[in-house]
């Protein structure tokens, strides 16, 4: 069941203190359904991230379960085998290395794991053996560059403890040398007009399609490529990065450039953990890089996220792959952590 209705929190016999208490935002505090949520690592994080009290080693989240059924599915390769596929897509190959990504984002994002785990030692190395010479993560789209998905790759090894790893460090170098003038990210095949299915097509295109920089970015792939940023200690602070957060900023509800996901609609159907650019994944990123709350779009999406708040605090946007029944709560949290980093999220004490 989902998060159950408000409680007092006790630690070692004393209530806790520093309870969570919103400005005037939104129209009502999720927060102590959060530190009160059936769900131990919802309530977990809530407790660590939202009222700053010691809710323990995450390590006690990795024996949940939920988790150990993952790692148990894991295979001997670090991989995890796709269900189904489609062969003219994509390889089986391929498949699992998507699928490895899935995996590896539910147990670092809800679960958090880090490198200090066998199964993410042996997830990492499975991953970063389809990194090119270039610095690319390849496969998922053929032969081709794909750089949505070597930024959203790239940031779940950094938050699992890969930050200084010289094989991330590579990735950053390519992901700035493959930038669009405008100093966002598009799909290089996108922006020179080739469809998927003949770009992938080996006897056609033996080697990568270089992108024509001339053409604007894209914000579903900017949006993708900034949370490896993001979540990068150093690399969030830089001028490069910057600058393209505040790209991402200006396009909050706007439409894109490109096919993929282009309505505007798009923006408000949202996923945990993150997959593609939505507005929450977008304030999340734009939050970790402390952008204030008055650039570009951000003050209409902060309004359009109190109007969207439901009466037992949950946000009224479309979830997407929602099998977990407590996807609604974990959305919550999210933004309740980019609230916390705006600090329109503030402690009592």
Known sequence: MGPRSTRTLTKGGATERGRAHFVPSLKSDPTPLLVSSSNAAVAFFARRELLGVDAGPVSTLWELPEARTIVARQKRDGSWRYPGGVERVRSREAYDQLETFRQVGVLVEKYGFTRKHAAIERAAERLFSFQSEEGDFRGIYGNQYATTYAGAIMELLVKAGYADDPRIDKGFRWLLETRQQDGGWAIPLRTVGVRYSEATDLARHPTPLAPD?????????????LRAFAAHRVRRKSADARRAAGLLAARLYERDTYGDRRDASYWERVSFPFWFTDVVSALDTLSRMELETTVSSIPLALQRLRRLQRADGTFGYRLMKGK???????ICLAVCR???RWQLLRPMG
């Open 338 to 340: 980019c609230l916390k």
């Open 213 to 225: 920089r001339s053409k604007p970015s894209s914000h579903l792939v900017t949006g993708m490529v």
């Open 324 to 330: 977990d029944k407590d996807l609604p709560w974990w």
